[in-house]
């Protein structure tokens, strides 16, 4: 009898994404055996701190816990707070540009008040 081939140990592909601030992000693609949990791919990613420190992650945009266990073609995020509230900086911006813009096609009525001619 020959030598026995090892059989192949199965893996996973996922991506994993966080932005330390606006417009940087670091993007990490890794290859994890199969039954790993978010905790797993943040080690391999050196991320694991900024999740510990009250960060959130999730998956796909769903808000996840580190022991949820991972699938194929999984994308990891870590989400850093918030800085403003997006319904206070969009009151923010309306205030800054005034009355908004009418879409394309739609014609505004214009009111004109007129005066009666005096005897």
Known sequence: ?????????????????????PRQIELKALTLPLGSCVKDAL???????????GLSVGIWGRKSTLGHV?????????????????KEARRVRYRAH??????KGVKRLQTRSVTEPSD
């Open 1 to 21: 009898m020959g030598p026995v081939e090892p059989t192949p140990v199965p893996v996973i592909h996922v991506e994993v994404v966080f932005s330390s601030g």
């Open 43 to 53: 080690l391999g990613a050196n991320l694991l701190a900024q999740a510990q420190q």
């Open 70 to 86: 991972l699938q194929d073609r999984d994308r990891v995020e870590v989400y850093r707070g918030l800085i403003v509230d997006p």
């Open 98 to 103: 005034g009355e908004k813009l009418p879409r």
